[in-house]
């Protein structure tokens, strides 16, 4: 009796100390990531101040755009984390895709850090003791931060969740309703990007602030699942 009870102790212990498999490690990695790139939400606060009209010549502090920026940093730096950690996986589906997600990642992150570069830019004006003649300077700066966030952080992000979308729907690594809804918040995403291009919309209208949810939903539902239950049995991850 005791024999049979130290066994199934025995084997108990055994399966609590299986090790995580490669799979679910990179599955792990990558969801993790992907709920870190939304640490960047709070910015939508931190830079109200920022396209006050008198911005670099008013008072106060510059922490909440230096906050802010750091935060950017963070996304892109785990928006490329996500498609390093995801590649080995889906170039097995398709390498070309694959490969295109990790430049669209890369090519996310450049733009992230330039209009990063643009807004300490301002702060650097504004320290400086800049005067009423370097208004024009401060506003052309937060524009093309503007500018560089509809591409870097609203049309590549369209493009990022087409081409992952494609991959996990024919890899069938997820359940087909993600990248599903990958594709919807994707079109969504590039239509208000290309509307406020050709200025049918604002850029910070709540009307192109909607447009974005069904992306946002797409890659936090995504990193949720990651982290949770791991890459579904695929073709692609037999023998793994």
Known sequence: ?????NSAIV???SRERTPM???RKTS?????????TFVSIPTLTLYGSIHEANYIVGPGPDTAVNIGSVLEIIVALTGIGTAVALYPVLKKQNEGVALGFVASRVLEAAT???GVAFLLSVVSLRQAGAGAGDLVAGHTLVAMYDRMFLIGQSFI???????LGYLLYKSR???RILPLLGFVGSVLLIAGDLAVLFGFIPQHAPSTMLLAIPIAVWEFSLGIYLVVKGFKPSP???GN
């Open 1 to 5: 009796m005791n024999a049979n009870r």
């Open 11 to 13: 084997t108990a212990d």
């Open 21 to 23: 498999s490669s799979l």
């Open 28 to 36: 792990l990695a990558a969801g993790v990531l992907y709920l870190l």
């Open 112 to 114: 992230i850090f330039a």
């Open 157 to 163: 992000p369209g493009v990022n969740g087409l081409l």
């Open 173 to 175: 690594l997820v359940p």
């Open 236 to 238: 692609i991850t037999a």
